[in-house]
């Protein structure tokens, strides 16, 4: 997989055209999320600039009302006062708005981004191939959706005003300070020395341990949506003491990596407090000085000290932000790079409509190998007319998946052409595509819902006649009458409220509803038990009538319904004919329904 699939918990040792790489990558994907936002985006820098400079009026405003206001005020003028103090509290008021305004605009700003995001990463997750899905285990996927989202939410939610807000106001402050007293100023600018080194040393030490904090917790999430998903699995095989240790030590890792960050905050957070404090005192022991000399006004030394101690309360909240910025520029990079990714079966450019396919599929010069490696089929030449049944027998490893999964197009030929009715896959139309092919696997996965909307999968517009009809054909109608509701049972997380061949008669009546001109059958009817299989077997004669249909099988039962019998091994069909020309012959097919029938006995 490229760069842009491994990121974050799968690698920290980035080359630096690397780094590069994925910074740009992740300015990119920012950037297209910002540019529909970017009036929203404009008034808001506007009004949180006059907000600002209205908070930092305060200090300016107190003492010109000490030190202009008071000596009127002795002489019966209360206008200069009174003006200090209406401007004041005008500036307050002003301010306390803008404020709320401020965080209005940035709260839609952020949820616009969020919901955008959001979607751009489930719907590109569904376009990706299924190479991409087979490599890319579903905890990644849910983190992507979660904890990443969620740090980027926590960044634009708190972070971005911490930094916005705090770094205007500590420019201001200091524009304000050297407007009214220079040498005040000054000893601001000369403490921002310490500052720069302090905060430096804190982004050098920070980005490892914050780095280190995602990935802990990502691998931390990933293990636990696998224990949850393969429940079935872990109390099979008693892993739940197995488990423990493991998530302990993902969980004493978090921990850890948790602590390191901490502990640079608790240098970081006093570290301002002293640099503060000392600043302070110089401005007051400098600016004290001088108003003894008669060099400044006291108002001027008052405004100076509260802008100097204003001045370093934002750094902490912009540390703080840093916290964010680490752990969301972490996730930005993981999720631009999984939509960097690019399916593996693309859509054509131009696609070649299909609207009335018969069947006929043909494999020529075929080619293909698993990311460029081990080569499943070499050479592969298969035709199948339409509406013949086929039934594909070998041992596993033989490469009867792959065939199938070429026919689907869940993968493309490395090389060479997989054609329906003489179109080549790669430009056949996508719609046209799936309506004309359907696969039923082993695992019949049912989504949450009712059984008559997972028979409804297959051909969403369908009345509850044809469900039903569906659902006769393949002897699925007397169980789910004895459901509790009937079609409308709702079948639970993932099928839980019905049996593994009760979920597989399901898909097959999704399948059938579906009425597509080539059926692929892929160990489809292992999970049956002999009565529900003969049941199967006999709506399956019914329905592939003049239908184009792949059947994969060990048992060789299921395969007795076939036209043609093709006997595969090493991505090579070693046997080609009719089911009875092939066990009355003396090939591998007659000795594997020789051991069959001995098994029955």
């Known amino acids: 997989m490229s760069v842009t699939g491994v990121t974050g918990e799968e690698r920290s040792d980035f080359t630096k055209s690397e780094s590069k790489q994925i910074r740009d990558r992740s300015l990119r994907l920012l950037g297209t999320l910002l540019r529909p936002l970017w009036v929203r985006v404009s008034l808001t820098i506007a009004v949180v600039i006059v907000s600002t400079a209205a ?20 002489k019966q003028d209360w206008v200069p006062l009174g003006f200090a103090v209406f401007a004041y509290l005008f500036t307050g008021v002003i301010g306390a708005v803008l404020i709320a305004w401020y965080t209005v605009l940035t709260a839609r700003i952020s949820q616009a981004i969020l919901i ?10 569904q376009r990706l191939s299924l190479e991409f899905h087979e490599s890319y285990t579903s905890g990644r996927i849910i983190a992507r959706q979660t904890s990443d989202l969620d740090s980027i939410r926590e960044l634009l939610d708190s972070g971005i005003n911490q930094l916005v807000q705090g770094g205007l106001y500590m420019v201001f402050i200091a524009a304000a300070l050297f407007s009214i007293d220079w040498v005040s100023g000054l000893v601001l600018f000369g403490s ?3 500052l720069w080194f302090l905060v430096r040393w804190f982004q050098i030490h920070s980005q490892k341990a914050f780095r280190a904090t995602r990935t802990t917790s990502a691998r931390l999430i990933v293990h636990f949506v696998e224990t949850m998903t393969g429940m079935r699995a872990v109390k099979a095989f008693r892993k739940e003491t197995r488990n423990e240790t493991e998530f302990a030590g993902y969980v004493e890792d978090y921990r850890l990596a948790n602590m390191r960050t901490i502990r640079l905050f608790g240098v970081l957070d006093p570290g301002l407090v002293l640099i503060g404090n000392v600043a302070l005192g110089v401005v007051l022991l400098v600016g004290g000085l001088r108003v003894a000399q008669g060099g400044i006004a006291i108002g001027v030394l008052l405004a100076a000290l509260l802008y100097t101690r204003s001045f370093f309360a934002p750094a902490q909240e912009m540390a703080m932000f840093y916290n964010s910025y680490q752990s969301a520029a972490a996730a930005l990079e993981k999720i631009s790079g999984v939509l960097e990714e690019q399916p593996s079966v693309p859509d054509p450019t131009r696609p070649i409509d299909l609207w009335q396919a018969k069947g006929s599929v043909r494999f020529e010069g075929v080619e293909f190998a698993y990311n460029a490696g081990r080569v499943v089929l070499p050479q592969f030449d298969l035709d199948i007319p339409a509406g013949q049944t ?17 026919i689907s197009r869940f993968y493309d030929p490395s090389d060479g052409v997989v054609s329906l009715d003489g179109v080549d896959l790669r430009r056949l139309h996508p719609k046209d595509l799936r309506r004309a092919i359907v696969m039923v696997t082993q695992e019949a996965y049912l ?13 969403p517009e369908a009345t509850i006649e044809e469900i039903v009809a569906a659902a006769k054909a393949v002897g699925a109608h007397e169980f789910i009458q004895s459901l509790p509701d009937g079609y409308d049972t709702d079948v639970n997380k993932r099928g839980g409220r019905v049996s593994a061949g009760q979920r597989q008669l399901i898909s097959f009546a999704r399948a059938f509803l579906a009425n597509p001109v080539v059926l692929i059958l892929d160990e489809a009817t292992a999970s049956l038990d002999i009565p529900s299989e003969r049941l199967v077997q006999e709506g399956l004669q019914t329905l592939l009538a003049d239908r184009t249909a ?13 036209d043609r019998v093709l006997v595969m091994e090493h991505g090579i069909i070693v046997e080609d004919g009719t089911p009875r020309d092939l066990i009355a012959g003396t090939g591998r097919f007659s000795k594997l329904h020789a051991a069959w029938r001995e098994s029955l006995v």
Do not use: M, W
């Open 192 to 194: 921002l020395v310490p």
């Open 55 to 74: 908070q930092v009026a305060g200090p300016a405003l107190i003492a010109y009302g000490i030190d202009s206001g008071l000596p009127a005020l002795v």
């Open 116 to 125: 955008d995001l959001r979607k751009r990463v489930f719907l590109h997750t």
């Open 390 to 406: 086929i039934a594909l027998v070998g041992s596993t490893g033989a490469g009867k998946s792959t065939l199938a999964k070429l």
């Open 550 to 562: 792949i059947i994969i099988a060990h048992r060789l039962s299921t395969v007795a319904i076939a």
């Open 447 to 459: 989504f949450s819902g009712s059984v008559g909307d997972n028979i409804a999968l297959g051909k």
